[in-house]
């Protein structure tokens, strides 16, 4: 049985380059699944943490990137009811948004910060890019077969809102809203575990 | 004279020893398991298992790499006799686990290997032949038979990644600084007011920084790369050396000689047997216990290792597998160990009160009976803990025992033993459909979401867990109490925790009648327990199972298959697997008795009237398996 989830990644570029970071998590139609492996200490050699010990991550999280310069009015919610969280932060650039998520990163001894630039805004040439990296890909490969299945029904979202109308996309199968403003674009989680560049937008404004 | 007719009978004794792969075993082996070639030859034509999908698909395997055969005696490999496979601790930081097996024909068994690609690694050496696969995998075959043997080094000593935890982790902190110092530098100059050519130029910098702290990781790593391929060196010699000394004791007589092989004792009828040293690893998944396995520590979850019910069933297995002409079935004994025995006598021997027959019906899924003697189990408990501690890890044998002594200190046997008797039953009646709701977002045209309501069927289990009690009085306060501080509510027939389904993936409800004290997940069940039981009598066969042995299992595969199917849970691939499953398979019925210090268990399933023996339906069947999953 595969299970479903989705992540919605929607950031909002303001023309002087700050903006918002809205990322959602939603596990609400595996929730039944998420109970029952609740209920163990251990699936296929990996520690399900508590309710609580999710919980104190999430709020350590919430603290750790309050603390990052160049970020503020960080929400989040967590609900252990349904397994859907949810963030929010505003940032004063792409750049402090990218050494946010090293920072992050770094954190977990498992990883080290390469300084990836998953986002890049351009005033000069009003040129905004998304650009994914491979730690899905890496991590998909060492997992067993039935675990591979857990992605399968899982889609990422991808929003980028701008104040002024956009005049190209580079990203296959991206949409663009009835105003002009806002690109959209789904994809399947899957096709980020063989290619963590499917995720890649190169968005020019007019 | 008499010395010379001695040594002959030692001679040949040693020869008739030597054709025992058994034998060649070590006492300090955690797993073996014998494949009886000669029983179960008798079964199964050669000509019929060449054309199976499960032999090509065999052969395959055991020539990876090289050519397959489409006739098994071109392998030169001795089918008609024993093969085992074993696991072992070893005594200097390698353990091992080989698989061994008698070569009849030593030509054409090597014909079949020279066409494998390691077969230019072949090596002559004092009589052996070896193969090296790798420095941990290896090939040996001397006068008739193999030795296919892996070696694993569990020392830490040349362990490459073990020392390097704490290096690693500074790095790591170092590059946490290194990632916050440019932000505060280049704040002066905000790439958002860049032009074209001052984003180039700043581009090119933050390139030549990020290439300088690459260089520096590099020479780490590089430091680090040189430390770990010294120790991988020694490690790789040692794991050889390790490798061929017990290659050298296996072609040898040696462990026979001294005693110092494995002592299990296997049925020469069966097919093929199993023995494994502490079967409670393998059961505790069962009763959703934490994991135990010999590398991890047991006081991972100290209370409820100690209070698990795993403990009551740990000791060594041995199961032989028969593969008889109406039915498949394992005998397993199960030993447990030493002074422990005793305390397991008396703990197990007890039968489970018939009032539980009542409970169950003829259309249930399947059922787990469980009958033990409460105040035994909690007079012996300390004991048990002891033993437990003390036989594969003893470093919290002392805190552990201690803690298991002032638990029955505290506790009153007899009075906790009328509470819950030991007696069990837990029933699976159906799987049954049950709305869920879920939650999912929808976008305007401008992509702006929100939240909105779904709905799915899902799967659920119809479960109910029945335990003995002979204190009702105490299950009417304890209910009074929870009905008082709102942790259930009287529904029809008995009372429901209103916030299961929060922790659980089920309702649940709760009742007691007739000294039983009732948790299922069905309302309906629930009414029907308490207005006297299912009202439909059990079949006398699984009466009998149930009421005269300490544990009895029953689970009915076709009927799971089948609700399954009738579900859309499951992809077309998993429904059909699930749809063979559900028509090559019969009831599967497992029971365990005591008997002086040991627990005998006996599992069956019935096999279709078109199949000859328990081989050919297996054989049948697998093939069956792989031609679905070839089919996709």
């Given amino acids: 049985m595969s299970s479903c989830f989705e992540i919605i990644e929607d950031i909002s570029i303001k023309e002087d380059g700050s903006g918002t970071l809205k990322y959602v998590i939603n596990f609400s139609q595996s929730k039944t699944k998420i109970k029952s492996l609740m209920q ?110 857990i992605f399968n029904g899982a889609y990422y979202t991808c929003i980028y809102r701008f104040d002024t109308e956009i005049d190209t996309v580079m990203a296959n199968g991206a949409k663009i809203s009835k105003s002009g403003t806002t690109c959209f674009k789904k994809l399947a989680v899957i096709s980020l575990t063989y290619n963590g560049n499917a995720i890649n937008h190169e968005i020019k404004l007019k | ?92 930081d390698v353990n091992f686990s080989y698989f061994s097996y008698f070569i009849k024909d030593n030509a054409k068994f090597e014909a079949a290997l020279e066409t494998l690609s390691h077969y230019k690694s072949k090596e002559s050496k004092d009589g052996f032949n070896i193969i090296h696969y790798d420095y941990n995998v290896k090939l040996y075959w001397k006068d008739n038979y193999a030795l296919l043997m892996w070696g694993d080094y569990i020392g830490s000593e040349f362990d ?46 933050e390139e030549e920084r990020i290439a300088k702290e690459e260089a520096e990781k590099q020479r780490i790593r590089e430091e680090k790369r040189k430390k770990r391929e010294e120790k991988i060196a020694k490690k790789k010699e040692k794991v050889q050396n390790e490798m ?14 001294s005693k110092d092989n494995f002592q299990g004792n296997f049925d020469d009828k069966a097919d093929a047997s199993l023995w494994y040293a502490n079967y409670f690893s393998i059961m505790d998944w069962m009763f959703m216990g934490g994991y135990y396995g010999y590398r991890r520590h047991y006081g991972m979850y100290p209370m409820r290792g100690l209070m698990s019910m ?27 160990f030493g002074e422990m025995q005793e305390h397991y006598a008396n703990i197990m021997s007890s039968k489970i009160d018939k009032k539980f027959v009542k409970y169950l019906s003829n259309d249930d899924i399947g059922y787990m009976s469980m009958s033990s003697d409460m105040e035994e189990a909690l007079k012996a408990y300390p004991y048990i803990v002891e033993g437990m501690f003390s036989t594969y890890d003893t470093t919290f044998t002392e805190e552990y025992t201690l803690l298991a002594d002032i638990v029955t200190m505290m506790v009153d046997e ?11 039953v837990m029933i699976f009646h159906n799987l049954s459909m049950r709305e869920v709701t879920y939650y999912t977002y929808d976008y305007d045209e401008e992509y702006n979401y929100k939240r ?63 000294d039983m004290f009732i948790t299922t997940t069905s309302q309906n069940k629930l009414e029907e327990f308490m207005m006297g039981g299912s009202g439909n009598k059990l079949d006398k066969s699984k009466v009998k199972s149930i009421t005269k042995n300490s544990g009895s299992f029953y689970l009915n595969m076709p009927q799971l ?31 365990m008795y005591f008997d002086k210090d040991k627990a005998f268990v006996t599992a069956k399933t019935g096999i279709p009237a078109v199949e000859k023996n328990g081989a050919t339906y297996l054989m049948h069947f697998i093939d069956k398996l792989i031609e679905a999953e070839k089919s996709r």
């Fill in chain 1, 40 to 149: 163990m200490d251990e699936v296929e050699g990996y520690e399900v943490p508590t309710e609580e010990a999710i919980e104190m991550n999430f709020n350590k999280f919430l603290r750790e990137s309050r603390g990052v310069k160049g970020i503020s009015n960080v929400e989040g919610v967590c609900n252990l009811e349904e397994f859907i969280f949810s963030y929010r932060c505003d940032f004063t650039s792409t750049r402090i948004l990218n050494n946010a998520i090293d920072s992050m990163k770094t954190k977990s001894p498992e990883m080290e910060a390469n300084h990836f630039r998953y986002f890049d805004y351009n005033k000069g040439n009003k040129t905004f890019k998304r650009t994914g990296d491979d730690l899905l890909k890496e991590k998909y490969e060492t997992l067993s077969a039935g675990q591979k299945v």
């Fill in chain 2, 452 to 514: 909105v309501p779904r709905t799915k069927m899902e799967l659920v289990p119809d479960m109910t867990l029945i335990v003995g009690s002979e204190r009702t009085d105490l299950i009417e306060r304890g209910i009074k109490l929870g009905v008082k501080h709102d942790g259930i509510v009287p529904v029809k027939g008995g009372y429901k925790v209103p916030d299961a389904s929060r922790e659980f993936p089920f309702e649940v409800y709760l009742g007691y009648s007739d």
């Fill in chain 2, 244 to 257: 061929w000394a017990r290659t050298n004791q296996f072609f040898s007589n040696e462990l026979a000689s």
């Fill in chain 2, 414 to 424: 007899e009075s906790i033993a009328e509470a819950i008797t030991g007696d069990a």
């Fill in chain 2, 1 to 92: 004279m008499r010395t010379f007719i001695l040594s002959l009978v030692a001679l040949f004794a040693t020869t008739l020893n030597a054709q025992d792969l058994t034998s060649k075993v070590s006492k300090q082996a955690f797993v073996v398991f014998k494949v009886n070639g000669e029983v179960l030859s008798e079964k199964i034509a050669i000509s019929e298992l060449e054309k199976s999908l499960m032999y090509q698909e065999l052969a395959d395997e055991l020539i990876r790499g090289g050519e397959a055969k489409s006739r098994i005696d071109d392998y030169g490999v001795d089918y008609t006799k024993e093969m085992i496979f074993a696991s072992e601790f070893g005594e200097n």
């Fill in chain 2, 310 to 336: 795993t403990n009551f069933f740990q000791g060594m297995v041995t199961t032989d597998l028969y593969l008889g002409e109406e039915d498949i079935t394992t005998r397993s004994e199960m030993e447990f």
């Fill in chain 2, 160 to 205: 490459p990644w073990y020392s390097d935890y704490n290096y690693e982790y500074e790095i790591t902190e170092e590059t946490t600084e290194v990632v916050e110092a440019p932000a505060e530098e280049v704040e002066e100059v905000p790439i958002e007011e860049m032009t074209q050519e001052e984003w180039v130029e700043y581009m090119k910098k």
């Fill in chain 2, 561 to 591: 298959m089948d609700k399954m199917l009738s579900t859309d849970e499951f992809s077309k691939r998993e429904k059909r697997t699930m749809g063979i499953i559900r028509d090559n398979t019969e009831e599967i019925s497992a029971e």
